[in-house]
Nanobody, 116 residues
Framework: QVQLVESGGGLVQPGGSLRLSCAAS????????MSWYRQAPGKERELVAS????????NYADSVKGRFTISRDNTQNMVYLQMNSLKPDDTAVYYC?????????WGRGTQVTVSS
């Protein structure tokens, strides 16, 4: 079955960096576009970044352009989100997502808190 397991979240000061990881299994990873979403308290889940199956095509929310970088390793079935220059508004639970066989699959998420 499809499994997505996020890791790498934590508490960081404004201006700091974190690298999130998502370990994927149960589907053909190298053929699948992947995405990172986030959900802040009281807000809807929003798309942060997406990456095509080969890694060449990427897309970012305006709010994170120039600060976040999505990447993937198709040999390890991993997708990453490098987050730099973090702001308090980046505080949220971050989720990895894949669409496979007509369904959306989500991980359990990893908490990112940006606070001094």
């Amino acid at each position: 079955q499809v499994q997505l397991v996020e890791s790498g979240g934590g508490l960081v000061q404004p201006g700091g960096s974190l690298r999130l990881s998502c370990a994927a299994s149960g589907f053909t990873f190298s053929n699948s576009p992947m995405s990172w979403y986030r959900q802040a308290p009281g807000k809807e889940r929003e798309l942060v970044a997406s990456i095509g199956s080969t890694g060449r095509a990427t897309n970012y929310a305006d709010s994170v352009k120039g600060r976040f970088t999505i990447s993937r390793d198709n040999t390890q079935n991993m997708v990453y989100l490098q987050m730099n220059s973090l702001k308090p508004d980046d505080t949220a639970v971050y989720y990895c997502k894949v669409s496979s066989s007509g369904r959306n699959y989500w991980g359990r998420g990893t908490q990112v808190t940006v606070s001094s």
